[in-house]
């Protein structure tokens, strides 16, 4: 019996996962024997109504100087992030000269750059020294920390008060969002905004999409868990906005209490939840039995291709894939290979089913029978540019909504 991490009140079981690597480890083979496991299950909390894991491994262990995703590997990630910064400057940056942007979790810099491009003091928050390198290297001031109140400290009296505090994927990375949020209620300007946009549990559900569980996701937020979880610090959502990134994401405006006119999204975006049944547990439920006719189906069709001497591969070792290769206990003897832009993970092996990676070339020249959609989020951008793929006779399966072939024709 776990208790929630947001309110310590008794959290019910949803489903478990098994035995779970770190999704983002990719390692070489002489690290298999030291490979770091933890029991992946999924929680819900009907007090506050926050979807949680149960355990999550330290955040040393996932986020370090080898953390292998980078920002910047899709461009309709990086227009996503221009348009964001774009966004936030001209809404919410009254006085320009004297602002102030700082971002946590800013990785390589996909989303500051935008404002350090404008001279615009700012400053980012990265745990990951390497991808904070890169950063570092376009001239983004950028610290190597985890953001917590005594940093939120040291920041404001260096720099100031913040105008925004925004994040991307990042918060629901951290399991001790109380220490967030006294951070940001120190940081931030009595009219400043904190922005979030993550994951969104909508449609998690609606997509039957679990591979967003994973270590990484300690929680997969809705609307009505952000306002239970930030109402104790005296922190409003004002306003939402969905998001296509992420395979459906939400976005929440959030500032101090009375500071802010409260949109009509909000009362929408509730509405919508309740008609969804995100605050209650038969909906959980029902997920769960959804994952589990996804996963023996995904598993039938892989070994129905295998009887039929079919080449199957992987497209993009991204963390999600390793939630599904895990859970399902797919491993090389049926994906032949796993092929993804990113350098740090090229030559490795897939955390826990230890599938080789290799380069998108490699792909490219292969041109294998069947490719596994494993960035199923990124399928418009994937889709243009692999069009000889599908003329040369290759078929891509996808496994969300519903695990099936796509017919390209
Ligand atoms: P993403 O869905 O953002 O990954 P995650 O599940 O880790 O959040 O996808 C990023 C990964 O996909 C990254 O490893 C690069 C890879 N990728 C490709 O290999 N080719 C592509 O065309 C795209 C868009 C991504």
């Excluded at 399991?175 to 400043?192: C, E, F, N, P, Q």
């Excluded at 549990?201 to 952000?226: N, W």
């Excluded at 939630?323 to 290979?337: A, K, P, Q, R």
């Amino acid at each position: 019996m776990k208790n929630c991490r947001i309110c310590n009140y008794r959290a019910t079981e949803i489903i478990s996962f098994g035995k779970m690597p770190i999704a983002n480890n990719f390692l070489e083979k002489q690290n298999f024997e030291k490979e770091y496991f933890f029991n992946l299950m999924a929680l819900f909390c009907d007090f506050c109504k926050t979807f949680q894991l149960a355990d999550q491994p330290k955040p040393e262990l996932m986020f370090h100087e080898n953390y292998a995703f980078f920002s910047s590997s899709s461009k309709k990630m990086s227009l996503h992030f221009e348009q964001m910064a774009h966004h936030y400057f001209n809404q919410f940056l009254l006085n320009k000269e004297q602002s102030f942007v700082v971002e946590l979790g800013s990785n390589d810099g996909i989303m500051l750059q935008h404002f350090a491009q404008k001279n615009i003091k700012h400053l980012g928050i990265e745990p990951s020294d390497n991808v904070a390198q890169v950063a570092r290297n376009k001239g983004i001031n950028t610290i190597t920390d985890f953001f917590q109140e005594e940093l939120a400290i040291a920041i404001e009296k260096q720099y100031g008060k913040a105008d925004i505090i925004s994040a991307a994927n990042v918060m629901c990375h951290i399991s001790d969002l109380a220490s967030v949020a006294k951070g940001v209620i120190h940081l931030l300007k009595k009219t400043g905004v904190f922005v979030f946009e993550e994951p969104y549990l909508g449609d998690m559900i609606q997509k039957t999409s679990y591979d967003q569980i994973y270590d990484e996701h300690v929680y997969i937020f809705s609307l009505l868990s952000v306002i239970n979880i930030f109402k104790p610090y005296g922190l409003q959502v004002f306003h939402v906005e969905p998001q296509v990134t992420h395979g459906g994401s939400m976005r929440y405006y959030l500032g101090f209490e009375n500071q802010h006119i409260i949109n009509k999204s909000v009362s929408e975006q509730l509405l919508k939840e309740k008609k969804l049944g995100l605050d209650v547990l038969e909906t959980f439920y029902a997920f769960k039995n959804a994952c589990e006719k996804n996963k023996t189906e995904f598993i039938a069709l892989l070994h129905t291709l295998k009887k039929q001497n079919k080449r199957i591969v992987g497209y993009a070792a991204t963390s999600k894939s390793t939630t599904v290769l895990n859970y399902c206990n797919i491993g090389s003897d049926c994906i032949e290979y796993i092929s993804d832009t990113t350098p740090i993970k090229q030559g490795k092996f897939s955390p826990g089913v230890h599938i080789p990676i290799k380069t998108y070339q490699n792909f490219k020249d292969d041109m294998p029978d069947y490719a596994i959609l494993f960035a199923w989020n990124h399928a418009q951008e994937i889709f243009e540019k692999e069009e000889e793929f599908i003329k040369k006779g290759g078929k891509w399966i996808t496994f969300v909504p519903e695990v099936k072939i796509l017919n390209m024709i």
